[in-house]
């Protein structure tokens, strides 16, 4: 079988892995850097933080269990400064595990087991999600308070400026296009997404609750996003009652 074939690009993207497993960093950056990749690594915590914050970074490959501060600890704080995209790694099985990661910022997850032909396709669709729109036609999208930046990928509530993760941009940019009207978990799925899930798959709910909370939203008493019952979600202009 073929590796995943490229994101077009004129540089290497720029790669950071953190992971205490040395030999595990060092295989996978030789891996990643003969397709595109221009890697480093960091080992621990603090050092991943002060890395992160030290210039952009195309993406982060995060491991749960690392010693000191766990990886948990270390996406909460990187999401105070930092959308960069995040997949995160664990060697633990629980969907729990995997909930809590979303949940708190990482745009997708990976267990350990995973073969490095697997890693570089999911790392490619992270990619492709965070920088398919920058072709767009029309540099922005409006529905009542909520301005969508095309370019900038900058996103408003009510003239306050929104962060969100590349997920969460592109879940609401997905509700966005077609406001007013219904998109099943499938559609949005097929619109955010570069392979094929499990409709099924929790990660969307968890997305459009975190999506919720940063835009001010109440899951009960929306004034954003409907849940429709059954059916799926919908994007609403607020003003318009």
């Given at each position: 079988?073929?590796?995943?074939?490229?994101?077009?690009?004129?540089?290497?993207?720029?790669?950071?892995?953190?992971?205490?497993?040395?030999?595990?960093?060092?295989?996978?950056?030789?891996?990643?850097?003969?397709?595109?990749?221009?890697?480093?690594?960091?080992?621990?915590?603090?050092?991943?933080?002060?890395?992160?914050?030290?210039?952009?970074?195309?993406?982060?490959?995060?491991?749960?269990?690392?010693?000191?501060?766990?990886?948990?600890?270390?996406?909460?704080?990187?999401?105070?400064?930092?959308?960069?995209?995040?997949?995160?790694?664990?060697?633990?099985?629980?969907?729990?595990?995997?909930?809590?990661?979303?949940?708190?910022?990482?745009?997708?997850?990976?267990?350990?087991?995973?073969?490095?032909?697997?890693?570089?396709?999911?790392?490619?669709?992270?990619?492709?999600?965070?920088?398919?729109?920058?072709?767009?036609?029309?540099?922005?999208?409006?529905?009542?308070?909520?301005?969508?930046?095309?370019?900038?990928?900058?996103?408003?509530?009510?003239?306050?400026?929104?962060?969100?993760?590349?997920?969460?941009?592109?879940?609401?940019?997905?509700?966005?296009?077609?406001?007013?009207?219904?998109r099943s978990r499938e559609q949005i799925l097929n619109d955010i997404r570069d392979r094929t899930y499990d409709?099924?798959?929790?990660?969307?709910?968890?997305?459009?609750?975190?999506?919720?909370?940063?835009?001010?939203?109440?899951?009960?008493?929306?004034?954003?996003i409907r849940t429709i019952r059954s059916a799926g979600y919908m994007l609403v202009d607020s003003s318009r009652g």
């Open positions: 079988m073929a590796d995943p074939p490229s994101v077009q690009t004129s540089e290497p993207m720029q790669l950071l892995i953190v992971d205490d497993d040395i030999k595990f960093c060092r295989l996978i950056s030789e891996y990643l850097s003969r397709h595109d990749f221009s890697v480093s690594f960091v080992h621990d915590g603090a050092q991943a933080l002060q890395t992160a914050a030290a210039k952009p970074w195309d993406a982060i490959i995060l491991d749960i269990m690392l010693p000191g501060m766990s990886g948990y600890e270390i996406l909460r704080k990187l999401r105070e400064f930092s959308n960069v995209p995040v997949l995160m790694l664990t060697a633990l099985s629980d969907e729990t595990d995997r909930i809590v990661g979303l949940e708190i910022g990482a745009d997708d997850y990976l267990p350990k087991s995973f073969s490095p032909r697997e890693l570089l396709a999911r790392l490619r669709a992270v990619l492709r999600r965070t920088t398919r729109t920058q072709a767009a036609s029309s540099n922005e999208i409006v529905v009542g308070c909520i301005q969508i930046d095309l370019l900038t990928r900058r996103v408003t509530v009510e003239g306050e400026t929104v962060t969100l993760t590349a997920v969460e941009y592109d879940l609401l940019l997905a509700l966005a296009q077609a406001p007013h009207r219904i409709i099924t798959d929790r990660s969307i709910d968890v997305h459009i609750s975190s999506l919720r909370k940063k835009m001010g939203d109440d899951a009960k008493n929306p004034r954003f």
